[in-house]
């Protein structure tokens, strides 16, 4: 006679049910108060991305570490990635502004990523809304190309779009190396135009600018190309 497997106890589902509801409400808790704190104690950061340099410098030897970890956590708390690139070129230069930088997005887009698995596709539609919900669905299909477009032309915010291909069925290994491609263009660039603010009427600041205008273009005609799934 075949073995019947024991069927779950209700109270053992109901526990599990009310900790993954606790979970979620202290990670939305968590990501609300830290919001909340950046915007009150370094709204500075927010008008004026040079004062970041201040703050790098008074960390030491320990700058580029702490600069890391702030850009893999910042997007989670509404810091845009743009900013912190930008704030890592005036810190930093345009050369390691943008090394930095780039270890601090990929980490970043790594932990959203695994937020979004853990969080699961309900609940990261609820909390980023139900627009993107044709988008969760090509990313099975298309999942590489379609994220190697966005790292390139950001349209959709950066956090939404690692949470949203967590929670989608997109194969890991498509998405970590659309990520490590896709950003390496714009993060040089912005980090390149961060460290130019400092002289934002020099023939170098302009560079910066165009450049970024070409990586846009070149990403639009690489979708236009390729007939990506994707609605601008």
Do not use: Q
């Not at 390139?152 to 690692?162: E, F, G, K, W």
């Not at 020099?202 to 990586?215: D, E, N, T």
Request: charged share 15%.
């Amino acid at each position: 006679m075949a073995a019947v497997s024991p069927i779950p106890a209700p109270e053992r589902r109901e526990s599990r049910s009310l900790l993954s509801k606790a979970l979620r409400t202290a990670f939305l808790l968590v990501l609300l108060g830290g919001s909340l704190y950046l915007m009150v104690d370094h709204r500075g950061w927010f008008e004026n991305p040079r004062t970041i340099k201040t703050e790098v410098i008074s960390w030491g030897a320990w700058g580029p570490a702490i600069y890391i970890l702030l850009y893999a956590v910042g997007p989670s708390f509404l810091v845009p990635g743009a900013v912190m690139t930008i704030a890592g070129g005036l810190a930093f230069g345009a050369l390691w502004g943008g090394v930095w930088s780039l270890m601090g997005a990929n980490l970043g887009a790594l932990l959203a990523f695994a937020a979004g698995r853990v969080l699961g596709r309900g609940f990261v539609e609820g909390v980023i809304g139900e627009r993107f919900h044709k988008l969760a669905d090509r990313l099975v299909r298309s999942g590489f190309f379609i994220i190697l477009y966005l790292r390139i032309v950001p349209i959709i915010p950066y956090n939404a779009l690692n949470l949203l291909a967590g929670a989608s069925p997109i194969n890991f290994r498509d998405y970590l190396w659309a990520s490590l491609i896709g950003m390496i263009p714009g993060t040089i660039l912005f980090a390149f135009l961060g460290d130019a603010l400092w002289h934002p009427t020099s023939p170098r600041f302009a560079l910066a600018v165009g450049l970024i205008a070409c990586c846009f273009a070149a990403g639009e005609a690489y979708r236009r190309f390729r007939k990506i799934p994707v609605e601008v």
